[in-house]
Nanobody, 125 residues
Framework: QVQLVESGGGLVQAGGSLRLSCAAS????????MGWFRQAPGKEHEFVGA???????RYADSAKGRFTISRDIAKNAVNLQMNSLKPEDTAVYYC???????????????????WGQGTQVTVSS
């Protein structure tokens, strides 16, 4: 089992940047695919991006070219660097872990067994 804690959210102006971090306790990231999702008020969880056990990343179209996922093995953490933020990026951002045996990390929230508590990101226009 793994426990996840997100940090780094906040208020930023459009065009700005934020770096979210997801720290894990328990088993190491080498055992899981790690995903980032977000949820705006009244909406379902939306896939942002993910990184698989091998370090291969994939992103939603809305995140490509602006967001970057990386792993810090020493800190057992996964980071989400968000640049060129837009007001429509406003949401609660969650990291999640998936034990699935497939190669690429899943894009569906239902594939992820473990979730953090979320961190709020607000982008003002």
């Amino acid at each position: 089992q793994v426990q996840l804690v997100e940090s780094g959210g906040g208020l930023v102006q459009a065009g700005g940047s934020l770096r979210l971090s997801c720290a894990a306790s328990g088993r190491t990231f080498s055992s899981y695919h790690m995903g980032w999702f977000r949820q705006a008020p009244g909406k379902e969880h939306e896939f942002v991006g993910a990184i698989n056990r091998a370090g291969v990343t994939r992103y939603a179209d809305s995140a490509k070219g602006r967001f970057t996922i990386s792993r810090d093995i020493a800190k057992n953490a996964v980071n989400l660097q968000m640049n060129s933020l837009k007001p429509e990026d406003t949401a609660v951002y969650y990291c999640a872990a998936d034990r699935g045996t497939y190669y690429y990390a899943a894009v569906s929230a239902t594939s992820y067994e473990y979730w953090g508590q979320g961190t709020q990101v607000t982008v003002s226009s």
